[in-house]
Nanobody, 125 residues
Framework: QGQLVESGGGSVQSGGSLRLSCAASRYGSYCMGWFRQAPGKDREGVAAMDKDGVATYTDSVKGRFTLSQDNNRQTLYLHMNDLKPEDTAMYYC?????????????????????WGQGTQVTVSS
């Protein structure tokens, strides 16, 4: 069975930057994305990459966050700039196929088959 391992979380001040990484084994043909969950809130989609490598972002992070992927599609990066306190959350990497690879929108949670354990991002004001 494959595995997703996130890294790169931490604590930064408002306006700072972080880069999250998601290393995937056996997911080369899957599509991947990032979700986050703040205390007391539902898990929400942050960004996702479709089968053609095109990224989609939720409105609150557009212009600040950028997705990238290595050439063999086994590591997904989330570059986060101009971080805000409202970005504080546990960030989760997800991988899936089928509808998880459709373009134009961030897939729903149920469309992803595999999840990492999460990495904490804390932004202080």
């Amino acid at each position: 069975q494959g595995q997703l391992v996130e890294s790169g979380g931490g604590s930064v001040q408002s306006g700072g930057s972080l880069r999250l990484s998601c290393a995937a084994s056996r997911y080369g043909s899957y599509c991947m994305g990032w979700f986050r969950q703040a205390p007391g809130k539902d898990r929400e989609g942050v960004a996702a990459m479709d089968k053609d490598g095109v990224a989609t972002y939720t409105d609150s992070v557009k212009g600040r966050f950028t997705l990238s992927q290595d050439n063999n599609r086994q590591t997904l990066y989330l570059h986060m700039n101009d971080l805000k306190p409202e970005d504080t959350a546990m960030y989760y990497c997800a991988a899936g196929f089928g509808t998880a690879c459709y373009p134009g929108s961030i897939p729903e949670r149920y469309e992803y088959n595999y999840w990492g354990q999460g990495t904490q991002v804390t932004v202080s004001s």
